[in-house]
């Protein structure tokens, strides 16, 4: 039996591959304060050919939208991803509110009585030949 097993793990058939490389996406964001005002963005990459190059391009982008300590919150190439970022509390850290879909990520930002929750619209998006009517579990 371990025979037959060592065989189909080297082979890759006992279990699942990872997912391909190839349409990828990522969100990124970035929290700073300048004085006594805190800020944060989010900003989203789709489709590039590895989830590196989706992480790197999303964490550019959020540079390139004038954010700060900006850094890859999530990647997906299946199902779709959306987060918006609010602060709950002002002068304290912003909360990032992910999900399946734009609704689902702007209702956990008013269920927290996030501030200006509805002043940016979420970011992300979905994989190819994903709707965001179709609800999959998010991993993180």
Not at 9 to 27: H, N, V, Y
Not at 60 to 67: F, I, P, S
Not at 73 to 101: D, K, L
Not at 130 to 140: A, C, F, K, M
Request: charged share 20%; with cysteine.
């Amino acid at each position: 039996m371990r025979l037959i097993l060592c065989m189909l793990m080297i082979l890759g058939l006992a279990w699942p591959a990872a997912a391909e490389d190839g349409d990828w996406s990522a969100i990124a964001v970035g929290q700073w304060r300048e004085g006594n005002t805190l800020y944060a963005r989010a900003t989203s990459a789709e489709r590039f050919a590895t989830e590196s190059e989706a992480e790197q391009e999303a964490v550019a982008h959020c540079y390139r939208e004038g954010g700060a300590f900006c850094e890859a919150y999530t990647s997906w190439n299946e199902g779709c991803r959306y987060a918006t970022i609010n602060f709950v509390r002002a002068g304290e850290p912003a909360w990032v509110f992910s999900a399946t879909t734009k609704g689902e990520a702007l209702a956990q930002c008013y269920e927290a009585n996030a501030l200006g929750c509805g002043n940016e619209e979420p970011v992300g998006g979905c994989a190819p030949g994903w709707s965001n009517d179709e609800d999959i579990e998010l991993d993180d």
